[in-house]
């Protein structure tokens, strides 16, 4: 069974700050890994990929991979209260397999 | 550019009824998946299509059946809706590129299901 691990939150940060989110996974097979964005009500939306070790950058967020510690997590810079939202951790194996985790939920306040 | 559409888009059942979700890419994509999204938990894959003609059970296929039509739709079918099935239903796709770590899913909005 192959598992992704977050913290259900909710993570609360301040208007300007860094939002912090991370997740552990089982499988050292995994391939790649994603962050969605899940607004209440909607569907998942892609943030962020990463499948190499070390940091991916892409404007305020920040992705990183540590496959030895089998870590991921998402930095958001500059957090806005429009980042209010369940953030998805997600892997990949085989290819065409994904698996997710629960989901942290973060409120960023004004 | 629609992506994935999902229909429909509410439903409401009586225990026992049968029907059918539905689901079309237009991306060409050689796999889809069905998921089910319970309050306070994440994705849980029910079945999925790697390509055109193939079909596997995922972590929760009991209660479901599935039909890859073609390359685009990939249906779910609940043949006696039970209550426990009441969920949000979300449908995805994903290239499915052999040798290369990029592969992305893309989800339909999501179908609500309420069994009474």
């Known amino acids: 069974q192959k598992e992704v691990e977050q913290n259900s939150g909710p993570l609360s940060v301040p208007e300007g700050a860094i939002a912090s989110l991370n997740c552990t996974y089982s499988?050292?097979?995994?391939?790649?890994f994603f962050w969605y964005r899940q607004y209440s009500g909607k569907s998942p939306e892609l943030i962020m990929s990463?499948?190499?070790?070390g940091d991916k950058e892409d404007g305020r967020f920040t992705a990183q991979l540590n496959k030895a510690s089998q870590y991921v997590s998402l930095l958001i810079r500059d957090s806005q209260p429009s980042d209010s939202a369940t953030y998805l951790c997600?892997?990949?194996?085989?290819?065409?397999?994904?698996?997710f985790g629960s989901g942290t939920k973060l409120n960023v306040k004004p | 550019n629609a992506g994935v559409t999902q229909t429909p888009k509410f439903q409401v059942l009586k225990t026992g009824q049968s029907m059918t979700l539905q689901c079309a890419q237009d991306m060409n994509h050689n796999s889809m998946y069905w998921y089910r999204q319970d309050p306070g938990m994440g994705l849980r894959l029910i079945y999925y299509?790697?390509?055109?003609?193939?079909?596997d059970k995922g972590e929760v296929p009991n209660g479901y059946n599935v039909s890859r039509l073609n390359k685009r739709e990939f249906s779910l079918r609940l043949e006696s809706a039970a209550p426990s099935q009441t969920s949000v239903y979300f449908c995805?796709?994903?290239?499915?590129?052999?040798?290369?770590?990029?592969?992305?899913?893309?989800f339909g909005a999501g179908t609500r299901l309420s069994v009474l």
């Open positions: 995805a796709s994903s290239p499915n590129y052999r040798g290369v770590a990029k592969n992305i899913q893309y």
């Open positions: 499988d050292r097979g995994s391939q790649s």
């Open positions: 990463i499948y190499s070790n």
């Open positions: 997600a892997g990949l194996y085989n290819f065409n397999k994904f698996y």
């Open positions: 299509s790697a390509s055109e003609g193939t079909t």
